[in-house]
């Protein structure tokens, strides 16, 4: 990428769409359109007498054997163009400056063409930071060796090697390197032959818990789940199209991806031992504290940086400043002295809960009709993780008459087997709800849909399930649906967690 994580041949054509990606990240609107990071759903609970001083807050950690003044990295971006040289240098600095770790852009370029180190060799600004080097995991289908892998560590002298994920950037591009088959393999081989971590990444549609589940099985150390809501690579794509029609393919997935805040809950879970990246979308420093609170050991920005850094240094500088002293000021007003406690707290609340324990959210869904079995469990469990109760009992509840909340097991046959016990017992046929000139009251545009109710009566509205230690109890094979027994329509489930 740029800067593109994509198509780095090192040729011409390659360096004038690294240019342009630069380019267009800083003078268009390249946001996702109408899928949000997630963040936004969240807010702490204010801590009025958080019993510690301000100057008490602690934000470092460590990453890859060196330290951090905070758990912010500046996402992988640029290198291999002439302008990507000073932009580099600026970020480079501004990391040694604030104690921020520092992805470089991919590097394939610089395999081939040596005489690409300057704009990559950041070394010699930040000496202290963890530097991580850039590569396209597709590379390695493509020609790219251990060896290879190797070498750039070196010459970048490198504390990690991240491999970037861009199936759908790639397929996008009229150019773009597609052959992804086999690739989890040949990552296991590299990561087992390499003595530097390899960390996955996304470049923000996100990676999906089972794909968390294998890579860290492959031996991967860390995943940055670089989910969807910040930067979309389609569009970014789609403002580098002459073809309307090819524009037209990209602007189908200016919504694409898992919101971050959702993928990172999820990967958590997955791997609760792995190092979790969070980026995409991260806009700010309470967003930082959010994504740690959600289980984030490190959070990413790409864009802002961008932007900032190809303005001057001193912008790049007051971004850096601005992101610590939010993170500092919420982690005060939380009341967690450092990053394990924020890890830890149970102040952050999904938007829409009450502070009294009586925790509560309205989700809504679009059903595709009858017979659905919505399985909700991830939201479920997701709201157990935030609701602020740690002993207690969750109740997920329907309001409606036609849609009811049922625990199984999420195995399809066995579903077609629930639909034909419902079928059976409230079959097809004459129901006296349905004659409408004999009811006494009829709302407008009232369905017939007396077989929807019966079969809801045999069924339940709502499931209760126990929270113990924070942590959702339900058996292994337990999933939650909301089953839709009527026509596709937005329906509503209740969430509220009561306990302490
Ligand atoms: C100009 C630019 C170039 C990028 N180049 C790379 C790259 O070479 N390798 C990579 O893994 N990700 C690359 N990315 C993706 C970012 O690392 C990040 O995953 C993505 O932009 C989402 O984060 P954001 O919403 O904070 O921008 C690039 C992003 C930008 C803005």
Redesign the pocket.
Known sequence: ?????SVDTGSGATVSRKAD??RI?VEEDVSSKGVPSGFERYRFLHCALPEIDLADVEMATSFFGRSLDVPILI????GGVPEAEAINRTLAETAQAFGLAL?L??ARVLLEHPTALPSFDMRRYAPDVPILA?LGAVQLNKGVTTDDCRRLIDLLQADAL?L?LNPLQEALQPEGDTEFGGLLERIEALVKALDTPVVV????WGIAPDLVSRLVDAGVVAI?V?GA???SWSEVERHRMNSPVRARVAAAFADWGIPTAEVLVAARQAAPQAVIIA????RSGMDVAKAVALGADIV?????F?RAAAHSPEAARELAMELVEVLRTTMFVVGVRNLTALRGTNRLILEGSSVDGQAGIVRRYKTRGRGEFLDITEDVVDFARVCGVRNGIIHVASPHTTAAIRINENEPLLLEDFRTLLDRLAPHGNYRHDNLSKRETVPPEEPQNGRSHCQHLLLSSSESLAIIDGALRLGDWQRVFLIELDAPRERQVTLQAVGR
């Open positions: 990428m740029g800067a593109s994580p990606h630069i990240n996402s992988c971006m640029t992805g852009g991919s850039n991240v970037h990444k996304e470049i923000g940055d670089a809501g910040g930067t980026s995409g979308g991260v990413g920005l790409a864009g802002p961008l």
